[in-house]
Every structure is written in C-alpha cells, then in structure tokens.
C-alpha cells in the first residue's frame, strides 16, 4: 500500500519561508503518470488544492499561489517538498500531500498523508 508522509516545522515565524517534505513509501515518484500534490485545509474552511509535482519533475501551481510556492522533489529519497514564502496568518492551515492520477476527464486522488498542522506565529 502507498503511504505518504508529510513532515516539517508546526510553526513558523511571519513572513518567513515554510517548508515541507513528503516522502513516499511503496510508490516510486517517477513512476507514470502520477501527480505529487499539496493540498491544504485552513480552519474552518474548504481544501485548497496548492500545486503538484509530475512524475517527470515538471511543477504546476494553482495561480493564487505561484507567486509564492515551489514545489520539488529529490527522486535518490522518493520525497518531494513545498516551499511557501512569506508566510502569513492566512497561510496557517492543515497541510497534506497526496497522490493523483488522471482518470478519465479526472485528475483524481487515490493516497493520502495524514496531514501536518503548521501554523503561523501571530
């Protein structure tokens, strides 16, 4: 079974830069045509989706966010990371990476991690 793992700081000073690291058990990133994705929940609020990482190491952000993120991976640890800059209050959420794949007109998800709460320091 895949498993996804998220791990990094719970809290992180405003304006500075969060990073986090999810590594993949059971699952090779490299493998086709999978989608390495971030996905976050604030309080009270719907899943964002962030961005995501292909199977080929090619990024895509949501555009809300572009300006801000970077998502990469490092195939020797099978992990792929988030870097979000200039954090802020609103950024203060649950954080989760998972797995996508297409399907059909879908871009469905199939694993999840458990999530990590990270939380701006305001």
């Known amino acids: 079974q895949v498993q996804l793992q998220e791990s990094g700081p719970g809290l992180v000073k405003p304006s500075q830069t969060l990073s986090l690291t999810c590594t993949v058990s059971?699952?090779?990133?490299?493998?086709?045509?999978?989608?390495w994705s971030w996905i976050r929940q604030p309080p009270g609020k719907g899943l964002e989706w962030m961005g995501a990482?292909?199977?080929?190491?090619?990024?895509y952000y949501t555009p809300s966010l572009e300006s801000r993120i970077s998502i990469s991976r490092d195939t020797s640890k099978n992990q792929f990371t988030l870097q979000l800059s200039s954090m802020t209050p609103e950024d203060t959420a649950v954080y989760y990476c998972a797995r996508q794949y297409p399907h059909f007109d879908l871009i469905a998800i199939d694993y999840w991690g458990q999530g990590t709460q990270v939380t701006d320091s305001s």
């Open positions: 990482i292909t199977y080929s190491g090619s990024p």
């Open positions: 059971d699952a090779s990133i490299t493998i086709k045509y999978y989608y």
